[in-house]
């Protein structure tokens, strides 16, 4: 197995490379998600990469075929064929282990209606495309193995739309965030690093937050997306705000740039959402007046 690569090496490679190099992309892609991937020598009858998950309570693996056809093209029916007619050899040898197994093939640049349509009982196909989506999001956010089954078990294509649906919690989460940040400001829409608000009761912030939210039309947030955001801004390894023993919050001195930093890879999405929330606050204020 080669060494992990960078996101951009094997982005530019699943883009561009055909054949046993367009396998070893697939297999450093999976790599970069976090699996153990066996590359399977190149002989007849049998398949080309063999993706495996220890870390769930349940473990699984993934038996892939991988095929990039030149643009305008698409990639094989025979995939299937082979990918059904190879399972049952690699649940003998590995399904001790992990006893829940996947078929998947992965192709660029797409898949023929035909394929989608045979392939839908139990096989599930991924575009090249989709998974360099999938490994720009893992890269900010860390999808776990069990993240990544579920992915798995809608059989079909794996679509752009499914993989949002694995990113749309952590998006809901940040914008959170970024409310709570945004009502404890003096000024909610100016510079973050202005004027922060004195202790503010947390019955009084949760009233904010709520109604910050309706007036910018941000429908779903929950009291519990609330609590969350207030308990990741609050622990020690952000400090990005303070609690009291009375219930009460505030902004810490941090710098708002060391606040995006603390976020990780994350902090450039919550610092977009601050600041389209705070520009959508000011819009809606200057044409009440």
Known sequence: MSLKKSLEDITRRL??????????????????????????????????????????????????ECNAVREGEFVSYQKLGQIRGNAPKYFIKYGKELPTY????????????????HAFEDVILLSADVLMKMLEFHN??????????STFEKRGEITAEKVDELVDPYLKHLKTCALVFMSLLEEPTSNPDKR???????????????????????SDITTEDIINAITELSSPLRR???LSHDERARLTSISFEVVVEKMGRQGVMFREFLSDFQAKSKSKQSIKQ
Request: with cysteine; charged share 25%; glycine share 4%.
């Open 15 to 64: 883009k561009s490379d055909c054949g046993l190099d367009f396998e070893i992309a697939v297999a450093d892609a999976f790599s970069f998600l976090g699996f153990d991937v066996e590359i399977i020598p190149e002989t007849q009858a049998e398949s080309d990469l063999i993706v495996k998950a220890f870390l769930p309570q349940k473990p699984y693996f993934v038996i892939i």
């Open 140 to 149: 900010i956010f860390q999808f776990s193995q069990d993240e990544l089954r």
């Open 102 to 117: 996947y078929k998947l093939i992965v192709g660029r640049p797409a898949f023929s209606k035909d394929m989608k349509k």
């Open 196 to 218: 922060k608000k004195e202790w503010v009761h947390i019955q009084n912030l949760f009233g904010s937050v709520t109604s910050l939210s309706w007036f910018l039309n941000i």
């Open 240 to 242: 990005i705000m303070n």
